[in-house]
């Protein structure tokens, strides 16, 4: 074989010919990846630890879902004229 056609490479020659090493675009976007997974990471955490702390209110027993609401009681024309004269309903005192 002839000399000149043969290409034997070094031990410093990786074969991808004249790249730069590092290139400040494709770094900054590693960066912005790995930023954005460890955010999604602690997310999926913080999802975690409010999904078991809504499971725990609801088979608690101290959620409102099963509670009967509160009923406001009526009163009649006489009973309302009573809590007027006794002063006990909210009356505007100037």
Known sequence: MDEKTEEKQTANDTGEGNKPSSTPLIDETNK???????????????????????????????????????????IDNKEYAENILAGGLNVKKE
Do not use: C, W, Y
């Open 32 to 74: 912005a990846a790995q930023r954005m997974e460890e955010a999604t990471e602690a997310q999926r955490i913080e999802n975690d630890r409010t999904e078991q702390l809504i499971m725990h209110k609801r088979l608690g027993g101290k959620s409102e879902g099963g509670q009967a609401p509160v009923e406001k009681k009526e």
